[in-house]
């Protein structure tokens, strides 16, 4: 926090807002991941927390260093590409386990529920 | 002006342990297993948010490189569990 003190306002204004933004919507999707009912209602609540707070956060983090100088700033985007990228491939192979495993038991799959 | 950076962090960090309270939560009494595997996903990304705002705060870079091993390692994690889930092996 020594370096924080000579940054303009604007700057430390705008770290505080991305910063909250993108925490208070990873908290949402996390939320939603607890609350909902149905596992298909659930696999869509996190990925408000693996983009749009990803993005904030790093786009913070990217603000802040830049400003400050202490390194290389474009650090964080290596992060922020991968998760962005990684999770929903990993999602679809989870849907489609689980559309399996719900095919091959007792239980219907959601969508098939509704159209029947 | 410098209070209103480290309020915000501070807030910022209670917002996503709640976030990785929930997963866990989720991740402990997931009724099934893919349940469990979507809260992992969610813990482990909220645990590198955190550390980067712990980056942040203490304007170290030890902490980026651990979140860029967090965000590799959760992905080969997450991804071995789901191919477990869809085949009954890891490697095929």
Redesign the interface.
């Known amino acids: 926090?020594?370096?924080?003190?000579e940054?303009p306002?604007w700057t430390?204004?705008i770290?505080?807002?991305l910063?909250?933004t993108?925490?208070?919507t990873?908290?949402i999707?996390?939320?939603g991941?607890?609350r909902l009912r149905t596992?298909y209602e659930?696999?869509h609540a996190?990925t408000l927390?693996?983009t749009f707070?990803?993005a904030c956060?790093?786009i913070?983090?990217v603000i802040?260093?830049s400003a400050?100088g202490?390194?290389p700033v474009l650090?964080?985007f290596?992060?922020l590409i991968?998760?962005t990228v990684?999770?929903p491939?990993?999602?679809m192979?989870?849907i489609?386990?689980?559309v399996?495993?719900d095919r091959s038991g007792n239980k219907q799959v959601a969508s098939e529920q509704k159209r029947g | 002006m410098s209070m209103v950076l480290s309020w915000s962090i501070v807030v910022a960090q209670m917002f996503l342990s709640l976030a990785m309270a929930c997963a866990a939560f989720r991740v402990l009494g997931g009724p099934r297993a893919q349940d469990r595997v979507v809260g992992f996903d969610s813990l482990y990304v909220s645990a590198m948010l955190l550390l980067l705002t712990f980056g942040i705060r203490t304007g170290s870079t030890l902490y980026f490189e651990a979140a860029l091993i967090v965000a590799l390692l959760g992905f080969v994690g997450t991804t071995a569990l789901s191919k477990f889930l869809l085949r009954g092996e890891v490697i095929e």
């Open positions: 926090m020594n370096e924080a003190a940054l306002a430390l204004m770290v505080a807002i910063l909250i993108g925490a208070a990873t908290l999707g996390s939320l991941l607890l596992f659930r696999v996190p927390g693996t707070g990803t956060i790093v913070a983090s802040y260093f400050t202490t390194r650090n964080e290596l992060i991968f998760v990684t999770t491939v990993t999602l192979i989870l489609r386990a689980s399996l495993r």
